[in-house]
């Protein structure tokens, strides 16, 4: 029987990150999983590193945008009806939690540990020869509606507060930024330390490298063979049982299947999204990733051409892709940007996992001692990955964690 000091189940950008973070603090570590590095949600993401984070997404406060997403007729949202029942609970308590001063109280909690996601990204690119991946160009979000924009006022005094550059433009502002936008919006807000990677798929494997070089183990296993065996936790895995005192659950929109074996329940939704790749038509160029956001989809540059990202879709984890939201935006993306032919064959679908008040779980799982949870990374596991890393990785070795992890933890859905 093989032995490790902990074993990681999941190696997408979470688990990976925290693999590594174990590593550099001398444990021996298992990263497992039943696919390769970084091949699910952590694939296809838009890439960004939003450090510049005030608010969470908030579900629909005006009438227009819901009956727009009732009639499925909105690119920041889809469903599937026969799914509603079952997410309606879900989608309640996500309501709840986007009452304007819930959200606020979200914003201060959540800030520090946002503060640090870029400099904790660098550091790792750094030790992984890794930088050529990311792009210090900050992000634009692109208003066409006058009241989205003024809706924004809130967003810009705690911004102010929390010490975040923005900078208000307009649409010439936001040409001199991006030269090939069309004239399609009146406003625009730059956030300049926000960062992206161009490829987030090669930042995962680049730290799974690093780890390896540390003496990390990958090894092939599928997560719901868990179980008790004795003082240890044991792992079937493709090349034999594997014991370790510490477990860390990193099984991204997958995490429910394996903690539902152990009774544990947590309100726990995915909100899947999609992407395609385009070329630029002629000269087009894109410096930064765009968020369109009163249509509701998001382009970047990536090293397999201009990346569009779709908003989320409400629908069982494991239902077959229903791509819809590309043919609701695509006329008003190709009049903002120059989109030209697809640059791939595919649509690629991932999962965003996500609980309802947008903050992942990181910490002890309640009632099973030595597993620890990072899950639950919504919008932001490429964001947050190394934070996340380094927090659980101290945590599990007894120093004192470099944020307050009280807001992260299970608990808050058992009282
Ligand atoms: C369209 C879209 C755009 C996004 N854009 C951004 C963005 O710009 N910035 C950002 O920060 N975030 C973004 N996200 C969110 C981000 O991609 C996710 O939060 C993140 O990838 C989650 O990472 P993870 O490691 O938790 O999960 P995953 O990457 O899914 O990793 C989980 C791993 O667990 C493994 N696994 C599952 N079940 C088992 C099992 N039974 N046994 C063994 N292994 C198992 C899987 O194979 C997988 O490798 C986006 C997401 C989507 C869908």
Same mark, same amino acid.
């Given at each position: 029987?093989?032995?490790?000091?902990?074993?990681?189940?999941?190696? /997408?950008?979470?688990?990976?990150?925290?693999?590594?973070?174990?590593?550099?603090?001398?444990?021996?570590?298992?990263?497992?999983?039943?696919?390769?590095?970084?091949? &699910?949600?952590?694939?296809?993401?838009?890439?960004?590193?939003?450090?510049?984070?005030?608010?969470?997404?908030?579900?629909?406060?005006?009438?227009?945008?819901?009956?727009?997403?009732?009639?499925?007729? @909105? /690119?920041?949202?889809?469903?599937?009806?026969?799914?509603?029942?079952?997410?309606?609970?879900?989608?309640?308590?996500?309501?709840?939690?986007? &009452?304007?001063? =819930?959200?606020?109280?979200?914003?201060?909690?959540?800030?520090?540990?946002?503060?640090?996601?870029?400099?904790?990204?660098?550091?790792?690119?750094?030790?992984?020869?890794?930088?050529?991946?990311? =792009?210090?160009?900050?992000?634009?979000k692109l208003f066409r509606r006058e009241r989205t924009f003024a809706g924004l006022r809130r967003e810009f005094e705690l911004a102010a507060e929390f010490g975040l550059p923005l900078q208000a433009l307009d649409l010439g502002g936001a040409q001199a930024l991006e030269p090939s936008l069309g004239p399609v919006f009146k406003h625009?807000?730059?956030?300049?330390?926000?960062?992206?990677?161009?490829?987030?798929?090669?930042?995962?494997?680049?730290?799974?490298?690093?780890?390896?070089?540390? /003496?990390?183990?990958?090894?092939?296993?599928?997560?719901?063979?868990?179980?008790?065996?004795?003082?240890?936790?044991?792992?079937?895995?493709?090349?034999?049982?594997?014991?370790?005192?510490?477990?860390?659950?990193?099984?991204?929109?997958?995490?429910?299947?394996?903690?539902?074996?152990?009774?544990?329940?947590?309100?726990?939704?995915?909100?899947? /999204?999609?992407?395609?790749?385009?070329?630029?038509?002629?000269?087009?160029?894109?410096?930064?990733?765009?968020?369109?956001?009163?249509?509701?989809?998001?382009?970047?540059?990536?090293?397999?051409?201009?990346?569009?990202?779709?908003?989320?879709?409400?629908?069982?984890?494991?239902?077959?892709?229903?791509?819809?939201?590309?043919?609701?935006?695509?006329?008003?993306?190709?009049?903002?940007?120059?989109?030209?032919?697809?640059?791939?064959?595919?649509?690629?679908?991932g999962c965003r996992p996500c609980f309802p008040d947008s903050r992942p779980v990181i910490g002890r799982a309640p009632g099973l001692n030595g597993i620890w949870l990072a899950i639950g990374h919504a919008h932001w596991g490429l964001t947050l990955g190394p934070a996340t890393g380094r927090m659980i990785a101290a945590m599990m070795?007894?120093? @004192?964690?470099?944020?307050?992890?009280?807001?992260?933890? @299970?608990? =808050?859905?058992?009282?």
């Amino acid at each position: 029987m093989a032995r490790t000091d902990a074993i990681v189940l999941g190696a /997408g950008t979470v688990g990976t990150c925290a693999a590594l973070h174990l590593a550099k603090r001398g444990l021996s570590v298992a990263l497992v999983d039943r696919a390769g590095v970084g091949e &699910q949600t952590s694939f296809g993401n838009a890439g960004i590193i939003e450090g510049n984070t005030v608010f969470p997404p908030a579900f629909p406060s005006d009438f227009g945008a819901l009956l727009r997403i009732a009639l499925k007729r @909105a /690119g920041e949202a889809n469903y599937h009806l026969s799914f509603l029942p079952k997410i309606a609970p879900w989608l309640l308590a996500f309501r709840a939690a986007s &009452q304007p001063k =819930r959200l606020v109280e979200t914003a201060h909690l959540i800030r520090p540990l946002f503060a640090s996601a870029v400099r904790e990204h660098e550091a790792l690119l750094a030790e992984s020869g890794a930088t050529h991946f990311l =792009r210090k160009t900050g992000w634009l979000k692109l208003f066409r509606r006058e009241r989205t924009f003024a809706g924004l006022r809130r967003e810009f005094e705690l911004a102010a507060e929390f010490g975040l550059p923005l900078q208000a433009l307009d649409l010439g502002g936001a040409q001199a930024l991006e030269p090939s936008l069309g004239p399609v919006f009146k406003h625009a807000v730059f956030w300049p330390q926000a960062a992206s990677v161009s490829n987030p798929y090669g930042v995962t494997r680049a730290y799974a490298a690093s780890f390896r070089a540390l /003496g990390g183990v990958m090894v092939a296993g599928d997560a719901r063979s868990l179980h008790r065996s004795g003082q240890y936790w044991r792992l079937e895995t493709d090349e034999g049982g594997l014991d370790a005192p510490q477990v860390v659950v990193a099984l991204g929109p997958w995490a429910g299947d394996l903690l539902a074996n152990f009774g544990l329940r947590l309100p726990f939704a995915v909100k899947r /999204g999609y992407h395609r790749h385009f070329r630029g038509d002629g000269n087009a160029a894109l410096s930064r990733p765009l968020l369109d956001a009163d249509v509701g989809y998001v382009i970047t540059p990536t090293e397999m051409g201009i990346r569009m990202t779709t908003g989320v879709e409400f629908a069982a984890r494991d239902a077959a892709p229903t791509p819809v939201q590309f043919d609701r935006v695509m006329g008003q993306a190709r009049a903002l940007f120059p989109l030209g032919a697809r640059a791939d064959q595919t649509t690629w679908m991932g999962c965003r996992p996500c609980f309802p008040d947008s903050r992942p779980v990181i910490g002890r799982a309640p009632g099973l001692n030595g597993i620890w949870l990072a899950i639950g990374h919504a919008h932001w596991g490429l964001t947050l990955g190394p934070a996340t890393g380094r927090m659980i990785a101290a945590m599990m070795v007894g120093e @004192a964690p470099f944020v307050d992890p009280a807001p992260y933890r @299970a608990e =808050r859905f058992l009282s």
